[in-house]
């Protein structure tokens, strides 16, 4: 077995709603653009270190049965 | 610019109940570093969708599409009165006029300069936040020879026919 790794051709994004007045100056949305460290959401998406993000949140269901693998 | 920090902006998840929607956390953490209060709310996606088509959402994460291919595909997006146009509320006619002359011509030299031009109106004006690319990964068994990944992960047995299959 060996593995072949490709990578997609969709592209994951922020959608920003800019028929909300406040969103609609591009200076706004070069904000929200320029505070993301891009390789941050990745690495917490696709590999074991999203499990930090796991135990630091409220919003996190550590103990659910699906995460117990990590 | 004006901006009211004490603005909440609502980001709309559709990833299941059950599941976490990690690249929502960090965005918070993130926007919380410059002064910006996300809140999080889980929706199923029909009601996402409806979102989108309502316009009262505010930031949502949305993966896929085609953007990485040839640009005349992923131009297509910014169609003026197109879904996504609508769904954003983004219009741009010199981004339009830039998609029509992109079409227009299969010049390669004056293609890339249409779409270089696009691509700087694009990165300029930010109507989506690009971030970034999943891997898709396939375990090939070593008597499979031939084999291509394809385009797109679900056409998987799109290339089927030039496999060969060692005893």
Known sequence: MRPVVQ????ITRLVVNQRKEYLQDKRVRQALSYAIDRDHPQRTRVSGAWRTYLFRNLYATVGQPRYRHL | MG?????VLIYWSNTPPEDVDVRALYLQDAYAEIGLTLEIESRQYGAVADAHNE???????LGGGSDAL???FAIRTY?????????LGYYNERLEEKRLAGMSTSDPDA???VYREAS????????FIYLFRLPTVYAISDRLAEFEPPI?????NSTMMDWVLAD
């Open chain 2, 70 to 72: 040839d640009p005349h």
């Open chain 2, 152 to 156: 797109w992960f679900r056409h998987a």
């Open chain 2, 120 to 127: 700087l109106i694009l990165n300029d004006e930010l109507p």
């Open chain 2, 55 to 61: 316009g009262f959402y505010d930031l949502t994460f």
């Open chain 1, 7 to 10: 990578l997609t051709p969709g």
């Open chain 2, 111 to 113: 293609r890339q300069t």
């Open chain 2, 3 to 7: 901006w009211d920090f004490d603005r």
């Open chain 2, 79 to 87: 169609t003026c009165g197109g879904t996504w146009s609508i769904w």
